[in-house]
């Protein structure tokens, strides 16, 4: 059936892309203003919401301002001109850049400061704290810093990135002369100096900012100011002519560091003559200027949420193991490939332990003779991954081990580049990506030799392969030793690291080759289905593609239930008359990140049977059209049923709930009855005493 004829126009279709991720970040903001938070993490979503806005506009904005500078004359999807859409977008975030600071000004350091926990100015400070303070500077702090000034035969200094500076104006008495000059603060010293008795802290560069004279001796300084500057930090690779991935990105990288400034970060009392001077060096406009309440930098503030004071933050939670991988007792180790012979496992993370359940998959691997070969994607790992461990044992041992180490994640470009020369010295194969995409998908294939043959195990999930993530983000993995699902992984990896085109997967729903189209077919039977039985139901963390959302209007135009679980990007329009009004959205926003992909079909392929699929790819053009994802079916009818289960919970929530309908988000009436991550929590250690028993 064709999409119906509406009379809404073109461009009223679909929301702002950027405005509804501004939208989402202040539904992160809002988490810092519910004083039912508890203090120290109201103290961290500050920060969150901080750092998340430093990523949009070294990505998102820097795009805008490119496309802008290229001429491009595209509009968006819902018909703003790229001048348009960066004003709209530079205005919204300037209100919410406002409403932190005033969040962290008002309720936030009041709370604190009704807590015992005080956020000092230099001025608030007795004689004997500045005299602490003087010794602390001497001696840890003035070593360190390296005034820059600039006159005819200094230029102006570099402003890196996201670095915080001061800009000071001095005089010198004897000609009257004034310059500028700039001093960083070092990055590698703490935000905040904490006082003796650790319950005081004080801004760094106030404290740098006081003593400002020991850097300028027999200088007169008139006027001493925080600004800082954000840059482009989107790589800018061409894989058609690139010949060695690695040494580009991590030329790019070099480059990163010098890209044009998007953005102006500066104190409010700034005067107006070091304002002329920062936008015409930085070649920026007045409009890319912020003036902040604040102190600069709120992502800063994981310093203050460190401080041990466990009753001003979240419970501990810690994730139980999940029951089938318990071990039969102390003296027998668990066979998780027995385990798996026995039947498909979905995990769920943060609720179900990652350690005891993915990691304890690929060290088993690792260590088993038996185990042939071990297939894994990485895109983003931790720090000291025991995972990269695991593989480099099985190198060691002389299993065949594969790695596909996704070098152009954003951000973790330089890790990446590190896991992937510790890996290559360590005999495994390591495949850096593939021309034009990126390989998002996780995925993990083990080979093992038995009786009947080699037999594949798989992991298929939603998350990275992240034991530190794993413990705050929302995430699915399906474990199993079905034959086509091994098979499927077989094509697919043989895909990444060799070549081929004519690929065929039997159960996966693959990007760039199925994904899109199997999920047209999956929503199209929907409205073809019985009249009231057509329901989808979409866990997701960005709604963007047009082509998908259209798909989606078309269904909810011939009655069918849609309800959707969006964290982030929402670009749909819910509850149109005449468009949408079939269709529900709703985002999860609270103290875990709502991260894993569940597409839920009740009419499934045309059999009847509801369809339940997971994986790594949200409904986005990157992620349809240029990226490699996996998506896999989950067949057991347990599993599916405690997936419906999961989704039924999203949708009953009504204390982090916030619902869309047509362009604004509001927050669910608060009732209270069904916090969704205490829920999940409970029914995770639920199942885990019931195993016991």
Known sequence: ?????????????????????????????????????????????????????????????????????????????????????????????????????????????GALDGCGIHLSSWDELDEDDRAWMGEEYQSRIFPVLTPLAVDPGHPFPYISSLSLNLGVVVRDPSTGNTRFARVKVPSLLPRFVVMPDGERFVALENVIGAHIDSLFPGMEVLTSTAFRVTRNADLSLDDDDTDDLMASIESELRRRRFGKAVRLEVEDGLSDEMLELLV?????????????????????????HAIDRDELKYSPYIPVTPPRMRRDDDDEALDMFRVLRNGDMLVHHPYEGFVSSVEEFIHQAAVDPKVLAIKLTLYRTSGDSPIVASLVRAAEAGKQVAVLVELKARFDEE??????????????????????????????????????????????????????????????????????????????????TGYARDVRYERLLVAPHTLRSGLKALIRNERSAPAGTGHITMKMN????????????????????????????????????????????????????????????????????????????????????????????????????????????????????????????????????????????????????????
């Not at 290559?424 to 995409?437: D, I, Q, R, T």
């Not at 008359?577 to 991260?595: A, D, M």
């Open 280 to 304: 015409e060096e930085l070649d920026i406009n007045e409009t890319d200027v912020v003036r902040r309440e604040a102190p600069l930098d709120l992502g800063g503030l994981w310093a203050v």
């Open 1 to 109: 059936m064709a999409p119906p004829e509406q009379e809404i126009n073109e461009q009223s279709r679909y929301l702002n892309r950027e405005l509804s991720w501004l939208d989402f970040n202040e539904r992160v903001l809002a988490l810092a203003q519910d004083p039912a938070t508890p203090l120290l993490e109201r103290v961290k979503f500050l920060a969150i919401f901080s750092q998340n806005l430093d990523e949009f506009f070294q990505v998102r904005v820097a795009t805008i301002k490119n496309r802008i500078a290229a001429g491009v004359r595209t509009r968006t999807a819902d018909g703003l001109s790229q001048l348009e859409q960066l004003r709209l977008v530079q205005s919204r975030a300037s209100e919410l850049s406002k409403l932190a600071d005033e969040t962290f000004m008002g309720p936030i350091r």
């Open 542 to 693: 960005s709604l963007v593609d047009p082509d998908m959302i259209d798909e989606l209007y078309a269904a909810s135009s011939d009655g069918v239930r849609i309800d959707l679980i969006i964290r982030g990007i929402c670009c749909l329009r819910p509850g149109v008359p005449g468009l949408s009004e079939n269709i529900t959205v709703r985002s999860i926003v609270g103290r875990y990140l709502e991260h894993s992909r569940v597409y839920a079909f009740a009419n499934g392929s045309g059999g009847g049977e509801p369809v339940y699929l997971i994986g790594s790819a949200d409904l986005m053009p990157r992620n349809l059209d240029h990226r490699v994802e996996a998506v896999t079916p989950v067949v057991d009818p347990d599993l599916k049923a405690r997936l419906s289960e999961i989704l039924d919970a999203n949708l009953a929530d009504d204390s982090l709930a916030w619902a869309l309908v047509d362009s604004k988000w509001s927050e669910v009436p608060r009732r209270d009855t069904l916090e969704l991550h205490e829920e999940l929590e409970h029914r995770a250690q639920d199942r885990s005493a019931a195993a016991v028993r």
């Open 415 to 496: 890790r990446n580049i590190e896991w992937a020369r510790r890996l290559e010295n360590a005999g495994v194969h390591v495949v850096y990506g593939l021309v034009g995409l990126k390989i998002h998908t996780k995925i993990c294939l083990v080979v093992r030799n038995e009786p009947e043959g080699a037999r594949t195990y798989c992991h298929i999930g939603t998350g990275n392969y992240n034991s530190i993530t794993a413990r705050i983000y929302e995430d699915l993995g399906l474990f199993t030793a079905d034959a086509m699902v091994g098979q499927d992984l077989m094509q697919l990896f043989n895909y990444l």
